[in-house]
């Protein structure tokens, strides 16, 4: 059984930074894709950042127009841990994030965390 668990959300200022984790759990094998979607009321789900490929022959980051030079995605393989490094947040930041790993044919989700940026 895989878990993915987000955590870091919370209320920001505008021009402030967070770091969002997701921890998985479990076995996972065949990674195809690790990203970060965020999802907001009344708008679709965004892919934010993510990771494709795999984790033998690498992988390419991609980000969202809206978020390049301001958020950064990384993991740490030994803590089985992913992150996004969000800089230079905006109230248009504003969303429920949740992280996703697509793997052995499925696909996992996490429960989200609330991201809110407001003065």
């Known amino acids: 059984q895989v878990q993915l668990v987000e955590s870091g959300g919370g209320l920001v200022q505008p021009g402030g930074s967070l770091r969002l984790s997701c921890a998985a759990s479990?076995?996972?094998?065949?990674?195809?894709?690790m990203n970060w979607y965020r999802q907001a009321p009344g708008k679709e789900r965004e892919l934010v950042a993510g990771?494709?490929?795999?984790?033998?022959?690498?992988?390419?980051?991609n980000y969202a127009d809206s978020v390049k030079g301001r958020f950064t995605i990384s993991g740490d393989i030994a803590k089985r841990t992913m992150y996004l490094q969000m800089n230079g947040l905006k109230p248009e930041d504003t969303a429920v994030y949740h992280c996703?790993?697509?793997?052995?044919?499925?696909?996992?989700w996490g429960q989200g965390t609330q991201v809110t940026v407001s003065s």
């Open positions: 479990g076995s996972i094998f065949s990674i195809n894709a």
């Open positions: 996703n790993i697509r793997a052995m044919g499925r696909e996992y």
């Open positions: 990771f494709t490929g795999a984790l033998s022959s690498g992988f390419k980051t």
